[in-house]
């Protein structure tokens, strides 16, 4: 079946626009989380959907970034006003359960580069 | 604060060789979840395992294994007679049941490079 599909793959930005990430999670699956991973690093966990609800959003850094995922199935990240810091890989994850038990399904990231 | 530490960045082995990925953990929890993901060239994060806080049971999936330890907080991977397919960046990452909180917490990951 499909897997969770991110776009763009790829989006470079100059420093101050705006950009919109979109993820598609896997058909059914109620979480979704975003993750941001930079070069070298571990993703880092950004922020968190049970459903159409945020329950968590305190892995975001700034009040640039905005997540939202209005009729419980795709979502998208928005960072405002980017800044060279913001040049990382966007995850996202979904999971068929709202338990912590259960593993997260990724996919293959935007690569988001600041110029 | 939960926090997962990968102290080996970068693991070089010649193939067939066993090589051992160790994964150290902190959490206040008493119910948790371990998990191991592989990341390959291509960028996706793969599941490989989960494992939870009340069994401590090794366990052992082809060619792979994991050592779970609740005395030294370690959940340690090893691939045995490894192969060149099996150079990726490995993530150790932790969850707690505790909070609401639902969010993975990764470590810093070990590259391992197989060469032929």
């Known amino acids: 079946g499909a897997g969770v599909s991110q776009s763009p793959r790829y989006k470079v930005a100059k420093r101050g626009q705006d950009v919109a990430l979109r993820c598609d999670p896997i058909?059914?699956?109620?979480?979704l989380f975003w993750y941001q991973q930079a070069l070298g690093q571990g993703p880092e966990f950004l922020t968190y959907?049970?459903?159409?609800?945020?329950?968590?959003k305190s892995g975001l850094p700034s009040d640039r970034f905005f997540a939202e995922r209005p009729e419980g199935s795709v979502s998208t990240l928005k960072i405002q006003r980017t800044q060279q810091e913001d040049s990382a890989v966007y995850l996202c994850?979904?999971?068929?359960?709202?338990?912590?038990?259960?593993?997260?399904?990724f996919g293959p990231g935007t690569r988001l580069t600041v110029t | 604060a939960q926090k997962v530490t990968q102290a080996q960045t970068e693991i070089s082995v010649v193939e067939k060789e066993d090589v051992t990925l160790d994964c150290v953990y902190e959490?206040?929890?008493?119910?948790?979840?371990l998990f191991w993901y592989k990341q390959p060239p291509s960028g996706e994060l793969v599941f490989l395992i989960r494992?939870?806080?009340?069994?401590?049971q090794n366990e052992i999936s082809g060619r792979y294994s994991w050592n779970f330890q609740k005395s030294t907080s370690s959940f340690n991977f090893t691939i045995t007679a490894s192969q060149v397919v099996d150079s990726a960046v490995y993530f150790c990452?932790?969850?707690?049941?505790?909070?609401?909180?639902?969010?993975?917490?990764f470590g810093s990951g070990t590259r391992l490079q197989v060469q032929p």
């Open positions: 959907f049970q459903n159409e609800a945020q329950l968590d």
């Open positions: 959490t206040r929890d008493t119910t948790y979840y």
């Open positions: 494992r939870n806080s009340f069994d401590e």
């Open positions: 990452a932790l969850s707690e049941a505790g909070r609401g909180r639902r969010a993975l917490t």
């Open positions: 058909s059914g699956h109620v979480s």
């Open positions: 994850a979904s999971s068929p359960q709202q338990g912590p038990s259960y593993e997260q399904y």
